[in-house]
């Protein structure tokens, strides 16, 4: 069984971009993740390391955790609901009413762009036209990042706007909008990001609302 990493590894694991996985650090500490299979170095210019989903787990689960003894430095204020300390979370829709100004246009667009990028490097051609692995282990968090950047308001604790939920199904999302023009916009939104869609209506309440699961081609 591989070792767990050590405390200066976990610090740089925790460290990394929540979006692309990015690390920096000592590249002896950075090559020791590699040989863990928690990292892996790009192959091309500027050959950066990255978290594999099982590092990103490691940095989730250090997020989840309670909080660390006095002796270790005290968690930021969480900045959108379900983010880990300080990091930022694209907004799923339901959230207590939050900044909505330029500084946040900033943090989506810097972490839609970011996301690109990750898509970037891990395609053997550098395409950016799919989701990745990333996306397909936060399905909620990608299709609300992707409706967040694209200019869509997400709903509050009451009213309109888009909420984007987990479903039973495998690889799929519930997209709900009040409003019909707005849902299919939605859709249309997600289908651009590489997202295939489909819109259904919920038996019981006549509901109309957006399936959505990451496309592999």
Excluded: N
Aim: hydrophobic residues 40%; glycine residues 10%; proline residues 10%.
């Amino acid at each position: 069984m591989t070792r767990p990493p050590s405390a200066a590894q976990r610090r740089l694991i925790e460290a990394a971009d929540p979006v692309t996985g990015r690390l920096k650090g000592p590249e002896a500490q950075l090559a020791a993740l590699v040989r863990q299979g928690l990292a892996f170095r790009h192959p091309r210019p500027p050959r950066d390391h990255f978290l594999t989903p099982a590092g990103h787990r490691i940095r989730e689960a250090a997020q989840d955790a309670p909080a660390a003894p006095p002796a270790q430095p005290d968690p930021a204020p969480e900045t959108s609901a379900g983010a880990g300390a300080g990091v930022f979370a694209a907004r799923i829709g339901g959230e207590e009413a939050a900044d909505s100004g330029p500084a946040r246009l900033r943090e989506v667009h810097s972490a839609w762009q970011g996301l690109l990028e990750l898509r970037r490097m891990t395609r053997a051609d550098g395409a950016t036209d799919l989701p990745c692995a990333w996306e397909r282990t936060h399905l909620v968090r990608a299709a609300a990042l992707a409706l967040e950047a694209a200019g869509h308001r997400p709903a509050g604790v009451a009213g309109g706007g888009y909420r984007v939920r987990a479903t039973p199904q495998p690889e799929a999302v519930a997209v709900h909008e009040p409003d019909l023009a707005a849902l299919r916009a939605c859709a249309a939104t997600l289908e651009r990001a590489g997202w295939q869609t489909g819109e259904h209506t919920e038996p019981r309440t006549g509901t109309r609302y957006v399936l959505a699961s990451p496309r592999r081609a």
